[in-house]
């Protein structure tokens, strides 16, 4: 077998000059690409007049602050509410599907199942139509239900992509399951397990708009309100530029919060590997020489 030369790895070679000048043109061309279309937006923004200060002077009233703030505030509930709950859910289902029992393996994975495959708008109607819920507790469970199911093949996921020799082992220091699972695999899988959770977190986030549909007072239900009360053409357009950073903003903080509790593990005690003296001779056994 030829060795590896210095120029390329296990995986690809080393791009060359040509292959690297390629890259740089493609660079280029993508980067001219995207700023010809953010041109072309604001082009249009500036065309249709978006930028005037008639259409910016009524977010200086305060009763119009107030509404978005409100409805901030309304959005941040229902997602504290549904993280929360979705994350218990997303456990308690995972429990069930790694039991040792069949019959709840079997429950658990249809309640997931079931869960993953339906529309969360679908459940949120039926919980505020058929149920006759109020539009709070509708979004909420349909968040919780949708993200919970979610995260539980997360948690499974992650639990099970733990080395099998890790478990042995704590089996044979006479740890039963629950000790097992809470203090040798689930504290490992955690690190592995995050960035997935944090991304179905900011779907809730997201999904939280949802509520403008069953006429939750949420963020974009407060956007909407406003905008059906300006007296001016395209009213959407401002109401949207001011939404979506804050709705952006949002979610890149909870990326943000994630890679600080990551960093944080890896610089905890508990998880840092511990160092090892040298072996040094000791006292041999009688009867050896």
Known sequence: MKALSHDSTALYDIPGPRTVRRHKLYGVLSTLVVLALLGWILYLLFDTDQFTATKWSPFEYKGIQELLLRGLGNTLKAFAISAVLALALGGLLAMGRLSDHRPVRWVATLLVEFFRAMPVLVMIFFVFVALKVQPLPALVTGLTLYNG?????????????????????????????????????????????????????????????????????????????????????????????????????????????????????????????????????????????
């Not at 997935?196 to 939280?208: E, F, G, N």
């Not at 007072?217 to 909407?224: N, P, Q, T, V």
């Not at 401002?238 to 990326?255: A, E, K, T």
Request: charged share 15%; proline share 6%.
């Open 149 to 289: 199911s979610v995260l539980a093949e997360v948690f499974r996921s992650g639990v099970n992509s733990m080395e099998r020799g890790q478990k042995e082992a704590a089996y044979a220091l006479g740890m039963r399951k629950t000790q097992v699972m809470s203090y040798v695999l689930v504290p490992q899988a955690l690190r592995a397990m995050l960035p997935a959770i944090i991304s179905q977190l900011v779907v809730a986030l997201k999904d939280t708009s949802l509520g403008f549909l069953i006429t939750y007072e949420e963020f974009l239900h407060a956007g909407k309100l406003i905008a059906s009360n300006l007296d001016y053409d395209l009213p959407f357009i401002p109401v949207v530029m001011v939404i979506s950073p804050i709705y952006i903003g949002m979610c890149m903080l909870l990326s943000w919060f994630a890679q600080w509790v990551s960093k944080r593990q890896r610089r905890n005690p508990k998880t840092e590997a511990a160092e090892v003296a040298p072996a040094e001779p000791g006292t041999l056994l009688p009867g050896v020489q």
